[in-house]
């Protein structure tokens, strides 16, 4: 099992920035890929960004050159750790933001979601 813990979310104007964390814990060392996907009001949860335990990322064409993920893993995998710096905020990205792992034998997990808001 793999417990995720977002922090980071908040209340920003557009062209702000903020930084979502996301730490893993419990059996981290099953972890490949982590994400960050949003789910607004009324719509579908989308993907926003994941990158591979080898670094790999790969992005939704919205937040292309606005958004960095970044991972932290620790030698011994004590700590595992993804981060998603979000620059040049819009108000179409308000949205709750969930941190995703994805284990070896691919079981996804989930954390809670952390809200953004993004005022015009």
């Known amino acids: 099992q793999v417990q995720l813990v977002e922090s980071g979310g908040g209340l920003v104007q557009a062209g702000g920035s903020l930084r979502l964390s996301c730490a893993a814990s419990?059996?981290?060392?099953?972890?490949?890929?982590m994400g960050w996907y949003r789910q607004a009001p009324g719509k579908q949860r989308e993907l926003v960004a994941t990158?591979?335990?080898?670094?790999?990322?790969?992005?939704?064409?919205s937040v292309k050159g606005r958004f960095t993920i970044s991972r932290d893993i620790s030698r011994d995998n004590a700590k595992n750790t993804v981060y998603l710096r979000m620059n040049s905020l819009k108000p179409e990205d308000t949205a709750v933001y969930y941190c995703?792992?994805?284990?070896?034998?691919?079981?996804?997990?989930w954390g809670q979601g952390t809200q953004v808001t993004v005022s015009s």
């Open positions: 990158i591979t335990r080898g670094g790999r990322t790969n992005y939704a064409d």
């Open positions: 419990g059996s981290i060392f099953s972890i490949n890929s």
């Open positions: 995703n792992a994805d284990s070896l034998i691919s079981v996804s997990y």
